[in-house]
Structure formats: C-alpha cells, structure tokens
Nanobody, 119 residues
Framework: QVQLVESGGGLVQAGGSLRLSCAASGRTLNIGWFRQAPGKEREFVVAITWTGITTKLADSVKGRFTISRDRAKNTVNLQMNSLKPEDTAIYYC???????????????WGQGTQVTVSS
C-alpha cells in the first residue's frame, strides 16, 4: 500500500516563499509534484528519484523551485521561492517507479494542497 499526504499549502503574497511537504509510505518510489490551476489541465512541476540523484523541473519553475527528500523521514519537500500569481493551483504529490516527468507514469496520488499567490 502506498499513501501520500501533502501539507504546507496556504496563501502567500507574490514574491514570497512557501514549502510543501509530501509524506510517503515508502522509500523506494520516485516522487513528483503536479499542479492544477482553475480552468487548466494538471501539469508537471518537479520530481525526484528515490536516490535523490536525478531531478526534473518544468521550465516555468526553474530557478525558483527546488525539490529535496529526507529519506529518514520518508518525506519530499518542495521549496517554492519568488512565487507568482500564475503559481496558484492545487498541488499534488504522486509516486511512480517510471519516468518522473510523465504524468501517465504515476499510479499513486495524494489529495492535494491549495497554494494561492496574491498580487
């Protein structure tokens, strides 16, 4: 059984920072973050392999978002800096054993956490 629980969402002003966390039930799965804004399709944001060696980021968040994992705590953290109103979305963590930047590779999903960036 794989269980994923997101936390850390909230309301922040543009230019501010927020850190999301994903608590996972295991330590051998790759973890990705996706987001879905109102009226838009769910999109890939960032992902990390279980080893932490390989990471992938969407072009829209490069230089602003970083992902890391704490294997001892079975958590993956997403540090979001220089937030923009366009980052407003529900953020989901997900788990896969496959290609980390492809949404169709993910079999397990959390419930999501709301991130709202005000102007």
């Amino acid at each position: 059984q794989v269980q994923l629980v997101e936390s850390g969402g909230g309301l922040v002003q543009a230019g501010g920072s927020l850190r999301l966390s994903c608590a996972a039930s295991g330590r051998t799965l790759n973890i990705g973050w996706f987001r879905q804004a109102p009226g838009k399709e769910r999109e890939f944001v960032v992902a990390i392999t279980w080893t932490g060696i390989t990471t992938k980021l969407a072009d829209s968040v490069k230089g602003r978002f970083t992902i890391s994992r704490d294997r001892a705590k079975n958590t993956v953290n997403l540090q979001m800096n220089s937030l923009k109103p366009e980052d407003t979305a529900i953020y989901y963590c997900a788990a896969t054993t496959g290609t980390i930047w492809r949404i169709d590779e993910y079999a397990y999903w959390g419930q999501g956490t709301q991130v709202t960036v005000s102007s």
